[in-house]
C-alpha cells in the first residue's frame, strides 16, 4: 500500500472564530497516524473563512476517518468535509 494525500475542509462556527488559535487546535488533535502537511486559509463569504487541512495517511481501510472525527470534535468547528484524495506515487 502507498500514501494518500487528503484535504479536509473545516468550516469554523462563525467569521469570530479566531483562526490561529483553530489552526493550532488542529495540528494539536491530529491522529498520530495521519502526517500534518498544511493548512491554507480559503475565503468563502462574508468574513467567513474555511481552513483546508492537507494531511498524509497510510492508504487503507478507514484511512481518512480518524481525522475526520479528531476535527469535527474541536470546540468553534461547524463541519468537516474531504475535498480531494490523491494517490502519492
Known amino acids: 500500500m502507498g500514501e494518500v494525500v487528503a484535504t479536509l475542509k473545516i468550516m469554523p462556527e462563525s467569521p469570530d472564530v479566531d483562526l490561529e488559535a483553530l489552526k493550532a487546535a488542529i495540528q ?7 502526517e500534518f502537511h498544511k493548512i491554507e ?5 462574508f468574513g467567513l473563512v474555511a481552513l ?6 497510510e ?3 478507514g484511512g481518512t476517518e480518524s481525522t475526520e472525527e479528531a476535527m469535527a470534535k474541536l470546540a468553534d468547528v461547524a463541519s ?7 494517490r502519492l506515487m
Open 80 to 86: 468537516v468535509e474531504i475535498t480531494d484524495t490523491r
Open 59 to 61: 492508504d487503507g481501510e
Open 52 to 57: 483546508n487541512l492537507i494531511f498524509i495517511i
Open 41 to 45: 486559509e480559503e475565503p468563502i463569504a
Open 28 to 34: 494539536a488533535a491530529m491522529p498520530a497516524e495521519a
